[in-house]
């Protein structure tokens, strides 16, 4: 018997051209799928350009409809007033509008309006029914004095209101403290207020206010007809706020760029915040005529709030009359 035949092992070439045809086999499909996760790399930052122009769109309209919001808000606040510390005589009366009304016009509004008739301001006292709509307590904190909204038939009376508050509303006692400044001849800070009373802000203006009331850089902040002013405390100016819901300090570092310096003539509405008014100096003295005159309300004399009034009359106005 003859032997078997065995194979010989292939040729070291050999070998080496087929694992040179087996890469280039892998290198042409590598390349060809890399390629094609190329071209869906492509389609999908297209996508996502599309997508985030889209959703930058979509926030600047819900930005915008905020906006749109807090200042439609804020229009329908600027009939009323927030007033604190002025306590319900009788717990049970706190849920009569009617009862609330008397008292805010007998404690904050009556004084007022004493006062600018002995100006000749206006003609003569309404009554609380003329002037204010309604009346009614917020929710406080337990043994805490509830806020009070009261709400005007005209704007131009609560602008009165505010335009005279200082000289004629009813003051604290000042303290030894401040009796002592006075006797001294040293500069005192003005008498507080017996009923503070603000104007009534949305919660975003409220919120924003006491953010650039806090911090370092501004002075002090207050509000104006709804709108927001600031000084810094390297500046005496006055600077309007153009939008609240920039951040606080895309708000501060915004003032020298665009907005045109104001006159410090009139005074803060509104203080910052407690905290803030007691470490800050206050800044009432910018305005040097603290004297209401005819001539700083030329639009009130011409237009009087209470000159529709009867001196007899006594039902109040339908809930739109005398809205402005």
Not at 211 to 218: C, F, I, K, N
Not at 255 to 262: A, T, V
Not at 293 to 314: G, K, Q, V
């Amino acid at each position: 018997m003859t032997g078997a035949r065995h194979k010989s092992p292939p040729k070291k070439q050999d070998q080496d051209a087929n694992l040179t045809k087996l890469l280039e086999e892998i290198r042409a499909e590598f390349s060809t799928k890399m390629s094609h996760f190329e071209s869906l790399l492509k389609e999908s930052q297209k996508e996502v350009a599309v997508l985030k122009t889209a959703m930058e769109e979509k926030e600047r309209e819900v930005s915008n409809i905020k906006v749109r919001a807090n200042d439609q808000e804020q229009y329908m606040r600027s009939w009323s007033i927030r007033i604190l510390n002025l306590a319900i005589p009788r717990a049970q009366d706190a849920s009569d509008p009617d009862v609330v009304m008397r008292l805010v016009f007998s404690k904050v509004l009556e004084p007022i309006f004493r006062g600018a008739m002995q100006q000749n301001i206006i003609a003569f006292v309404p009554r609380y029914d003329q002037v204010l709509e309604t009346a009614h307590i917020l929710p406080a904190k337990p043994n805490q004095t509830p806020p009070i909204i009261a709400r005007f038939y005209s704007r131009n009376t609560k602008a009165l209101m505010f335009r005279l508050k200082k000289e004629f509303a009813p003051k604290l006692d000042p303290t030894p403290a401040q009796s002592s400044q006075t006797r001294s001849k040293t500069k005192a800070a003005p008498p507080r207020l017996a009923v503070p009373v603000y104007e009534d802000l949305t919660t975003h203006h409220f919120r924003k206010m006491r953010a650039l009331a806090g911090d370092s850089q501004v002075l002090a902040c207050w509000s104006v007809a709804g709108q927001l002013r600031l000084r810094l405390s390297n500046d005496d100016k006055v600077h309007k706020v153009m939008n609240t819901f920039d951040t606080v300090d895309a708000i501060i570092a915004s003032i020298p760029q665009s907005q045109n310096n104001q006159p410090t003539s009139q005074p803060p509405t509104r203080p910052t915040s407690r905290s803030a008014s007691s470490r800050r100096p206050n800044n009432s003295s910018s305005n040097p005529n603290t004297n209401v005159t005819t001539d700083s309300i030329p639009s009130l004399l011409s237009n009087n709030p209470f000159s529709t009034l009867s001196t007899t009359s006594s039902p109040a106005h339908p809930p739109q009359a005398g809205m402005t």
